[in-house]
């Protein structure tokens, strides 16, 4: 969606979200904000970032483990903003 705002915390960096990327992971990398991954599936946990606050869409939650969830983490490789969200990378 258009005019979402994401706010990379650790990177200070904040950017507007574009719908040609197909997840945050994809969009980071874009903008020069390593991230750590691996499967980019969903599956591996490699890429969990903690959500600080706002919405994503995540196709899939394989990768994330019960105290993940708690802890707000989320799966970078396989989420979409659906809402500003600020992100603890
Ligand atoms: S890179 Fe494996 S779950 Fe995201």
Redesign the pocket.
Known sequence: MAGIKVEFRQSGKTLEWEDRFENL?EFAEANDIPLE????????????TRLISGKVEMERTD?LEAEDIEESKI????SVPVTDVVLEA
Do not use: P, R, Y
């Open positions: 992971l991954s691996n499967c980019q599936q969903g599956f591996c946990g490699t890429c969990k990768g799966l970078v490789c396989v």
